[in-house]
């Protein structure tokens, strides 16, 4: 499929200039362009790549001299990483599932499929559960039984569905995301070495071995909408009330959220990232890759937390924490600049200490 440059633009509310005409059928590094892909250069820094490569067309930054940098049309968007999003959802040709629903696929007893409504081969839908209309659902998915999922939503090859989960509208879940399924919960008789642990903050523990037993989780799932989430991602159901996911909010592939989460929206969650139950998260918080978060605590909103902090309290809203135990940044980098010194002051130390029992044997 080809776009002119002038359909490219206009799609992106940017500026088109030149050969508006000119019809783009792929992207590329300006370096590796072809004459019919539109190179991405929206840095001065790429500038170079694009004597490199045969491109007739770039994205560009404001203020380039595209003609200078022997263009024949050039997109100069407003903010060139936002323009990213939109160029790439128009170019984007989809993952080839087929439409209307697969001879193969097993539709439960009273479920419930909206107009155009797509469902590909060996995928389950089980009994009462209701589609909305115009979602696409992958190869080999899994719908429990009574659960929902809004208009428009987008599930790959794979997802599992727990039952009585609620989806929202205009989700996106890839593949082997698993969401709704028991969570980690198990109990003992008596107490236990764990229970005796926390009681005690780490001292020794006499308990002895028991049996687990099981706490059934009862209370699903509930999602918004305009929720993605990533490969393998694992949201587990609640014990009593539902794991909650606000809109917007965008996981990566292999994170883990545990049983009686509560998510906020527009939270953004990078790879790997494993929040345990019972913890609140609050709105706009983002979690870099392999973060861990404690269990029965609270985040704050618009919280940041540096790649694989562990999060053990309470944090405030708006504060920027990293390392373990997670403190500010700020703190964290002295810290570390501190450990890096420590070498030397005990080098130093060590000489003086020298010094002083010499002076001791002297006297």
């Not at 999003?85 to 697969?102: E, F, K, N, R, V």
């Not at 097993?106 to 995928?123: F, R």
């Not at 399924?181 to 107490?191: A, I, L, N």
């Not at 080098?347 to 044997?361: N, S």
Request: net charge negative; charged share 20%.
């Amino acid at each position: 499929m080809s776009h002119t440059i002038e359909e490219i633009a206009k799609a992106l509310g940017a500026q088109a200039l030149g050969a508006l005409s000119l019809e783009i059928t792929g992207t590329a590094e300006p370096a590796d362009a072809g004459p019919a892909d539109l190179a991405l250069a929206m840095s001065p820094k790429y500038a170079d790549g694009l004597a490199r490569g045969q491109a007739r067309a770039a994205m560009l930054w404001e203020g380039a001299d595209w003609q200078a940098l022997g263009l024949e049309a050039a997109i100069i968007p407003a903010r060139p990483r936002y323009a990213m999003a939109g160029l790439t959802a128009l170019l984007d040709q989809g993952h080839g599932y087929t439409s209307g629903i697969h001879p193969t696929a097993i539709i439960g007893v009273g479920a419930e499929i909206g107009a155009d409504v797509s469902i590909g081969a060996y995928t389950v839908i089980g009994a009462g559960a209701r589609i909305g209309a115009g979602t696409v659902i992958g190869p080999q998915a899994y719908i429990g039984v009574d659960s929902q999922l809004g208009a428009r939503c987008y599930l790959h090859v794979g997802v599992r569905i727990g039952p009585r989960v609620r989806i929202g509208e205009g989700c996106t879940l890839h593949p082997g995301a698993t969401i709704g399924m028991d969570g980690f919960s198990f109990v003992t008789p008596e107490v236990n070495a764990v229970e005796q642990a926390r009681a005690s903050l780490g001292e020794s523990v006499d308990a002895e071995g028991q049996a687990w037993v099981r706490i059934h989780s009862l209370g699903s799932v509930v999602i918004g909408d305009e929720v993605e989430l990533g490969c393998n991602t694992t949201i587990d159901a609640g014990t009593i009330r539902p794991t909650l996911i606000g809109n917007g909010t965008k996981m990566d592939n292999q994170c883990h959220i545990g049983h009686n989460v509560v998510v906020g929206r527009d939270c953004l969650f990078a790879g790997m990232v494993g929040v345990a139950g019972s913890t609140t998260i609050g709105n706009n918080v983002v979690l870099a890759g392999q973060v861990g978060i404690s269990d029965n605590i609270t985040v704050g909103d618009n919280v940041v937390a540096g790649g694989a902090s562990v999060v053990l309290s309470k944090v405030p809203a708006g504060r920027v924490v990293l390392g373990y135990p997670a403190v500010k940044m700020d703190t964290h980098v002295d810290m570390y600049k501190a450990l890096r010194r420590l070498p030397r002051v005990m080098e130093e130390f060590t000489r003086m200490k020298a010094r002083l029992d010499a002076l001791e044997d002297e006297d």
